[in-house]
């Protein structure tokens, strides 16, 4: 059981450049996370998913798009990569089966140079 | 607006000693607050978690107290460890509605010397 997976693990962007940060989950989770974390700033939401077709804008969504086209995948998009991109990038998954509080589940993270 | 805030911002502490890290939260509505243990180049994984009904839970050598009245929440890690040294992200969530999303404290970095 993969869990999360997330590639690239490492990446260096031009400004300017785009590219997607991929994001799979294999354990039917309905819903997904996109955070960046910056040192001493903690996690930051970027985008989440409820389910594959619907998604909505975080704390800190500008620069930023993403898609759900199935369960299973949760891409994060960057259109135009600024110096202030410059993060590690988790994507998270959960089962909101659960009544009470749901676990999230982490990839182990994309960490992204724009220089 | 940082709705949970967590001190400090980095602890070391000796081996055997206890660990205290603290998070206070500003929306009355959160209703689950887990704790996240980060290891460098790792994800954040669960660790523990408590609901406002009860006001401590432990498992094993960690063990939150929860503080309603106060809207504050601690972790302890007693008889610290090495291996226990991470980065630990407090967080908070509204278990109701659709729209599910974990609020996340700064993170404390505890090194835990041998």
């Known amino acids: 059981n993969a869990g999360v997976t997330q590639t690239p693990k490492f990446r260096i962007l031009k400004i300017g450049q785009s590219m997607t940060l991929q994001c799979a989950q294999d354990?039917?989770?309905?819903?997904m996370y996109w955070y960046r974390q910056d040192p001493g700033m903690g996690l930051k939401l970027i985008y989440y998913?409820?389910?594959?077709?619907?998604?909505d804008k975080g704390e800190v969504p500008n620069g930023y798009n993403v898609s759900r086209s199935t369960t299973e995948d949760f891409p994060l998009r960057l259109e135009l990569a600024a110096p202030s991109q410059t993060s590690v990038y988790f994507c998270?998954?959960?089962?909101?089966?659960?009544?009470?509080?749901?676990?999230?589940?982490f990839g182990n993270g994309t960490r992204l140079t724009v220089t | 607006q940082q709705q949970v805030k967590q001190s400090p911002q980095s602890l070391i502490v000796q081996k055997g000693g206890i660990s205290i890290i603290n998070c206070a939260y500003e929306?009355?509505?959160?209703?689950?607050f887990p704790w996240y243990q980060q290891f460098p180049g790792k994800g954040p994984a669960l660790l523990i978690a408590?609901?406002?009904?009860?006001s401590e839970k432990k498992e094993g050598r960690f063990t939150i107290s929860f503080n309603k009245s106060a809207k504050q929440f601690s972790l302890h890690i007693m008889d610290s460890q090495p291996g226990d040294s991470a980065t630990y992200f407090c967080?908070?969530?509204?278990?109701?509605?659709?729209?599910?999303?974990?609020?996340f404290g700064k993170g404390t970095l505890l090194t835990v010397n041998p």
């Open positions: 998270a998954s959960t089962d909101r089966g659960r009544l009470v509080g749901s676990p999230l589940h």
């Open positions: 354990m039917n989770h309905n819903y």
């Open positions: 998913s409820v389910g594959a077709g619907i998604t």
């Open positions: 929306n009355t509505a959160f209703d689950y």
């Open positions: 408590i609901r406002p009904d009860v």
């Open positions: 967080a908070a969530s509204i278990s109701g509605g659709s729209n599910y999303k974990l609020t």
